[in-house]
């Protein structure tokens, strides 16, 4: 089971997970529906036509957004550390880095050149 989706109310977090080909909104570690998309699975939990949950009457009074791009994306995978990076560090590194000598591989290693 993958978590794809998160969103924070008053009682806690839902999520949108991924299981077997199926997507659920899930609550307290319950699924509460089985659907064939993420968006689906979302407007029905929005609207309130999932599975009921222990204390909440109407799921719908939560105000959870129908809109799966209202919700925090989940289980980004990192292709590079500078993606954790802001684009400010990342100048600044970059910056840093340019004036640091370089070896020459064409040069013995005793011959260094700045970064272009």
Known sequence: MRKL???RTTI???YIVEHEGKFHPMFSGERLGSYETPQEAAENLAGGHTFSIGGVKDISTLAI???LTDWSKLGYKLQNVRDLLS???RASIMNQR???PRRDPHHSSETQT???
């Open 5 to 7: 989706y998160v969103y």
């Open 12 to 14: 806690g977090s839902f």
């Open 65 to 67: 957004p129908s809109d």
């Open 87 to 89: 684009p400010a560090t």
């Open 98 to 100: 340019s004036s640091l």
């Open 114 to 116: 700045a970064i272009p």
